[in-house]
């Protein structure tokens, strides 16, 4: 799974003296690795789409995406046995996984295969934490 088809074209393009106006810009870095981790497993890259300080900060950074993987994408236990194993050791492909799971692993018409339980799985964690957390706030 760790082949080529992972890894992450890299950019030297560095648009930062071009941004104008980024709320982002005003937070450390560490607080925003802290909001990008609340957010929905496929809401990161859209942040980072959206905000140059976002992208800046996640691009290459290996062991953003590795955690990203751990702590947002928990329900694909088969990228977390990979990882705990370390037959995930190049840092570098840990965003190509991140952006190919959160796109690919939907349950829809066309997925077959041994995909399919995954997206399911992913599908029923979602709603449960949902209602783990609807639940949880009301202290029972």
């Keep these: 799974m760790a082949g080529i088809r992972f890894a992450m074209p890299t950019s030297n393009l560095d648009l930062g003296p071009k941004v104008k106006n980024d709320p982002f810009m005003k937070l450390p870095g560490h607080i925003i690795f802290e909001i990008c981790h609340l957010l929905f497993d496929d809401n990161v890259p859209d942040l980072a789409k959206a905000s140059w300080v ?6 290459n950074d290996g062991n953003f995406w590795k955690l990203s993987l751990q702590h947002n994408l928990c329900w694909f236990f088969e ?5 705990r194993l370390g037959a995930l050791r190049r840092p570098e492909m840990f965003k190509g996984i991140y952006l190919w799971a959160t796109k690919k692993i939907w349950v829809r018409l066309d997925l077959e295969g041994p995909l399919m339980h995954v997206a399911n799985r992913r599908r029923i964690w ?15």
């Design 54 to 59: 976002v992208h800046a900060l996640t691009r």
């Design 79 to 83: 990228i977390q046995d990979l990882i």
């Design 126 to 140: 979602l709603v449960c934490e949902e209602l783990a957390n609807a639940y949880g706030a009301r202290h029972y």
